[in-house]
């Protein structure tokens, strides 16, 4: 009998397995979840991203402003001038001006304005000499000495808070130069009256300087009219514009204040709680504080009331009625023949009494502090310098 197992057949059975697809609901609760972790993700990349960028701005506001303040430091380090009045044009020194602007520090504090825009209409303008290679003009002529201006000026841009643009204005002093045209194009200190090329003994006379007003002592600042409600005034650009984007030293500025050392003004103290401060003539609260016994010395707006030597100016100087200025002035308006000031002149005995002019303010300069107060706009920060500079010798 045949084996009925030799001839079977290997039969294989498969089983059919039903799989269920993911329902319409599922769906879009998955693709919900999706999106909202990418949405996260996004978003934690997006302000990283910020974080960094913010940093980066700060970091390049922080080496802009080092760097103008660094700038300023050098310029005040290499002044041709000592800070004292009555300098001699045949010494050939040069001067050294400072301008305090309508708009001070301590107006806009005890205004109750909140705001962190500040003094801006300050000017400093002075001669510095090259401690190594020559200034170079924009035609190519060099001089180890320059005539330079500090200032700020309105942005051209309307930006809130409203800010500024820091300038420095360099002039070449260059006697021997002969040539024909205007400060904008060549950069050469020129008298305004004459159009000559001065030295630093011409510069030493008001007359001579840029942007003074010629033909009338006291020959003052030829201040444009005031452009806005905060009194700031227009920037010193001459009869041209063009040099201004080359002018430029720092933008989105908020803050350009000069301030000078009074030896005699007094610091006085506030009581806050259990703790005593100490505040300086610009501080709000000033003027009711109580003053500190003994203890003087502080930096000041000119024309501040508790500066003793800086509320007013001499009247001999004939600026009375103008910005309050610190002028090294010349000594060549007593013997240059002409009358001009109201005192009586005596070539003999030439007695500080009957001297015909005066100095805005008769006496040395001790020293200068210089604010500088930058706005960042993407991070909205605000950084901010001071620069000290002593006048005093060593």
Same mark, same amino acid.
């Given at each position: 009998?045949?084996?009925?197992?030799?001839?079977?057949?290997?039969?294989?059975?498969?089983?059919?397995?039903?799989?269920?697809?993911?329902?319409?609901?599922?769906?879009?609760?998955?693709?919900?979840?999706?999106?909202?972790? @990418?949405?996260?993700?996004?978003?934690?990349?997006?302000?990283?991203?910020?974080?960094?960028?913010?940093?980066?701005?700060?970091?390049?506001? +922080?080496?802009?402003?080092?760097?103008?303040?660094?700038?300023?430091?050098?310029?005040?380090?290499?002044?041709?001038?000592?800070?004292?009045?009555?300098? %001699?044009?045949?010494?050939?020194?040069?001067? &050294?001006?400072? &301008?305090?602007?309508?708009?001070?520090?301590?107006? &806009?504090?005890?205004?109750?304005?909140?705001?962190?825009?500040?003094?801006?209409?300050?000017?400093?303008?002075?001669?510095?000499?090259?401690?190594?290679?020559?200034?170079? !003009? %924009?035609?190519?002529?060099? !001089?180890?000495?320059?005539?330079?201006?500090?200032?700020?000026?309105p942005s051209e841009m309307t930006t809130n808070p409203p800010t500024f643009t820091l300038c420095r204005r360099q002039l070449l002093v260059d006697p021997t130069f002969t040539g024909t045209g205007n400060q904008?194009?060549?950069?050469?200190?020129?008298?305004?009256?004459?159009?000559?090329?001065?030295?630093?003994?011409?510069?030493?006379?008001?007359?001579?300087?840029? @942007?003074?007003?010629?033909?009338?002592?006291?020959?003052?600042?030829?201040?444009?009219?005031?452009?806005?409600?905060?009194?700031?005034?227009?920037?010193?650009?001459?009869?041209? +514009?063009?040099?201004?984007?080359?002018?430029? &030293?720092?933008?989105?500025?908020?803050?350009?204040?000069?301030?000078?050392?009074?030896?005699?003004?007094?610091?006085?103290?506030?009581? +806050?709680?259990?703790?005593?401060?100490?505040?300086?003539?610009?501080?709000?609260?000033?003027?009711?504080?109580?003053?500190?016994?003994?203890?003087?010395?502080?930096?000041?707006?000119?024309?501040?009331?508790?500066?003793?030597?800086? !509320?007013?100016?001499?009247?001999?100087?004939?600026?009375?009625?103008q910005p309050f200025t610190y002028d090294t002035w010349s000594f060549h308006y007593e013997h240059d023949g002409i009358q001009q000031g109201t005192g009586t002149m005596d070539p003999v005995t030439n007695d500080?009494?009957?001297?015909?002019?005066?100095?805005?303010?008769?006496?040395?300069?001790?020293?200068?502090?210089?604010?500088?107060?930058?706005?960042?706009? !993407?991070?909205?920060?605000?950084?901010?310098?001071?620069?000290?500079?002593?006048?005093?010798?060593?």
């Amino acid at each position: 009998m045949r084996c009925i197992l030799s001839c079977s057949r290997s039969v294989r059975f498969e089983r059919s397995v039903s799989r269920r697809g993911l329902s319409l609901v599922e769906m879009l609760v998955a693709l919900t979840v999706t999106m909202i972790m @990418m949405g996260a993700v996004i978003t934690v990349f997006g302000f990283i991203g910020d974080r960094i960028s913010g940093s980066r701005a700060m970091i390049e506001t +922080n080496d802009r402003l080092r760097s103008s303040t660094n700038r300023l430091r050098e310029d005040l380090a290499t002044l041709t001038c000592d800070a004292t009045p009555w300098q %001699r044009p045949e010494m050939a020194n040069g001067f &050294i001006e400072i &301008i305090e602007g309508p708009v001070t520090e301590r107006a &806009i504090l005890n205004s109750g304005t909140d705001t962190i825009t500040g003094d801006c209409d300050d000017i400093l303008m002075f001669t510095i000499r090259s401690r190594g290679r020559p200034f170079v !003009s %924009r035609t190519g002529r060099e !001089s180890s000495v320059a005539e330079v201006i500090w200032y700020a000026r309105p942005s051209e841009m309307t930006t809130n808070p409203p800010t500024f643009t820091l300038c420095r204005r360099q002039l070449l002093v260059d006697p021997t130069f002969t040539g024909t045209g205007n400060q904008q194009d060549d950069d050469i200190s020129r008298s305004p009256a004459s159009g000559k090329a001065n030295s630093l003994g011409d510069l030493t006379m008001r007359e001579n300087r840029y @942007m003074h007003q010629p033909g009338t002592f006291p020959f003052p600042v030829a201040f444009v009219p005031v452009t806005s409600a905060t009194g700031i005034r227009a920037p010193l650009t001459g009869s041209s +514009n063009q040099r201004i984007g080359e002018e430029v &030293i720092l933008t989105n500025v908020l803050s350009f204040d000069v301030k000078v050392f009074d030896p005699m003004a007094p610091m006085k103290t506030a009581s +806050n709680g259990a703790t005593t401060i100490g505040l300086t003539p610009s501080d709000p609260g000033y003027a009711s504080a109580t003053a500190a016994s003994g203890i003087t010395g502080e930096y000041v707006d000119m024309g501040d009331p508790a500066s003793p030597r800086f !509320s007013s100016m001499q009247a001999k100087s004939g600026l009375t009625g103008q910005p309050f200025t610190y002028d090294t002035w010349s000594f060549h308006y007593e013997h240059d023949g002409i009358q001009q000031g109201t005192g009586t002149m005596d070539p003999v005995t030439n007695d500080a009494i009957e001297r015909e002019t005066s100095p805005p303010f008769p006496f040395p300069l001790r020293g200068i502090k210089v604010t500088i107060r930058i706005y960042e706009p !993407s991070s909205k920060q605000v950084r901010e310098q001071t620069v000290v500079e002593s006048f005093v010798p060593e």
